[in-house]
């Protein structure tokens, strides 16, 4: 009965194939794809991966770059009952092996250029680029027809950033993250005749999750690229083969700061969704400026569910461009104070979740899946304020919030009164060890043009109170940050706490 009933990961696309068998599904570099040949590939991709070896609910890795082969492993995965684990194609030596091992990863879909980096007794399939390839070895493998995945199976172990620990693998069901994909294509206002680009890294579930599989699902036509290369990115809209794209902060502030933003044709955009981290108010109102007929989606969740929680629409913005909006369709939360008891709209506290779409836990972790649920709820770490619209406003992380002479310090209202000084690129602000503060508001910061430590305090109490304005201005050409863009703050805390 589970065939009947079952609704999983791979099934998506299966419908989209019977629905438009014909329409393209997928452009990546020189290669298309139509739905019905993308379906195909999946279930011979699917056949390869059984007679490999594997078993019902085996773990495989995946340790490569965007491509068309990535999804196709993903699905032939799902499709064959295995449990995917997307692993951060920059992770190396302790750190990669620490994933693949603690997942218990039977073999590794990988790219060629990165198989010397993994440990040397894992199996490896090559993705592409090779003789045995799984893509090479898909026009002689037959269909997979063999038992499907239960809808409460898991279909991935998404493991989390690791901006403050170690990575914990999120254990995502085939249910959880249908579920999540409803909710992504009603709140995002996801139509089949779209033209995504999707340029951030697939191993991240914002990518695959929040458009890659939800645009699938409706029957979109998809272009993958390898990264977020703005000139790239240009020319697809010029030609008219982009209309939506998700980025970071980061990356929409790299994109607003290159040339070719302010002289390019790019009316065609239609649809700009944002997330992973924070957008600082006076970055969104530039972007707005520019593109004044573009409408901006805030997305804001994290891994364990799914990921997306909430969504602030096009239509949402003004008066709460702070705002990261409402919970998404199969996603209950509220705010709680230290003791788990929800507090009056307008207050601070931690955001818990109820919903479908949340992780069963975190794989051989009973003590963290333990600490993360509790009292029936999921608890995420993320300080915010709901309104008594149900508008929630993320202040930060409750791991980076600051403790400056005993009181409390969010970060990102710090970083937001940055962001008004025309020289400020990009910022960080975080707390270092000091003998008077207890922990001294500090902001590290990329520079356009010339600027003084001086000047960016002085700017920066213009906007704050004085207690809340950086005691240190610390220059530096480039911020750390994961793949998917998000900045991390663990660094900089562990590269400057010694500084003079």
């Known amino acids: 009965m589970t065939g009947v009933r079952g609704n999983t990961v791979d099934g998506v696309l299966r419908r989209s194939a019977r629905r438009v068998p014909g329409r393209v599904a997928l452009r990546y570099g020189e290669r298309s794809w139509t739905y019905a040949e993308l379906d195909d590939a999946v279930s011979r991709a699917a056949r390869v991966l059984r007679d490999a070896g594997l078993g019902q609910g085996d773990r495989v ?20 009952g295995l449990v995917h684990v997307p692993v951060n194609q920059n992770l190396v030596g302790d750190d990669l092996a620490y994933i693949v091992g603690q997942s218990g990863s039977s073999l590794v ?54 901006t403050t620990a170690l990575p914990k693998g999120a254990m995502m069901s085939h249910r959880a993250l249908v579920h999540e994909y409803v909710s992504a294509i009603t709140a995002l206002d996801l139509k089949e005749t779209d033209r995504p680009v999707h340029s951030l890294p ?6 695959m999750h929040v458009f890659l599989l939800p645009y699938l699902a409706v029957g979109a036509e998809n272009t993958i690229l390898d990264a977020p290369e703005a000139e790239r990115i240009f020319d697809l809209v010029e030609a008219g083969r982009a209309d939506s794209l998700f980025a970071p902060p980061t990356v929409w502030i790299g994109l607003s700061n290159h040339p070719g933003f302010a002289t390019r044709d790019l009316g065609a955009l239609r649809k700009a969704y944002y997330g992973a981290s924070i957008m600082p108010v006076p970055v969104l109102e530039r972007l707005r400026e520019r593109l004044p007929s573009l409408g901006f ?45 929800e507090v009056p709209d307008g207050t601070q506290g931690e955001v818990v979740y109820r919903s479908p779409q949340l992780c069963e836990g ?26 008594d619209e149900g508008y929630f406003t993320v202040v930060d992380r409750v791991k980076d919030v600051i403790n400056s002479g005993g009181v409390l310090v969010a970060s990102r209202q710090v970083e937001d009164a940055l962001y008004t000084h025309q020289r400020v690129a990009e910022t960080a602000v975080i707390g270092l060890p000091d003998e008077r503060w207890i922990e001294a508001v500090t902001a590290v910061v990329v520079r356009k043009g010339e600027v003084t430590e ?39 805390r562990d590269r400057f706490s010694d500084a003079p």
């Not at 364990?304 to 369709?329: F, K, N, Q, W, Y």
């Not at 920066?460 to 005691?471: C, D, G, N, T, V």
């Open 297 to 341: 989606y805030n997305c804001f969740g994290q891994s364990e569910i799914g990921p997306l929680a909430t969504v602030l629409g096009p239509d949402e913005h003004e008066g709460r461009m702070d705002s990261c909006g409402r919970p998404v369709l199969f996603v209950e939360a509220r705010v709680v104070d230290e003791r788990g008891q």
């Open 362 to 387: 975190y794989w051989d972790k009973p003590e963290e899946t333990k600490e993360a649920f509790r009292d029936g709820w999921f608890h995420s770490g993320d300080l915010a304020v709901r309104d």
């Open 109 to 162: 879909l990988a790219d060629t250029d990165l198989v010397p980096r993994l440990p040397g007794d894992v199996r490896v399939i090559a993705l592409r680029d090779a003789d045995d390839s799984l893509l090479a070895r898909l026009a002689s493998a037959p269909a997979y027809d063999g038992d499907e995945p239960g809808t409460d199976d898991l279909a991935q172990l998404l493991y989390t950033s690791g």
């Open 61 to 80: 890795g995946a340790y490569a770059h965007n491509s068309d082969a990535y999804l196709i492993g993903f699905l032939a995965c799902s499709r064959a």
């Open 202 to 207: 697939l191993y991240h579930s914002a990518q």
């Open 454 to 492: 001086d000047e960016l305090i002085a700017h920066a109490r213009e906007k704050l109170a004085h207690f809340k304005a950086p005691k240190r201005i610390l220059f530096v050409d480039e911020l750390p940050r994961n793949a998917s863009g998000k900045i991390l703050k663990r660094e900089l």
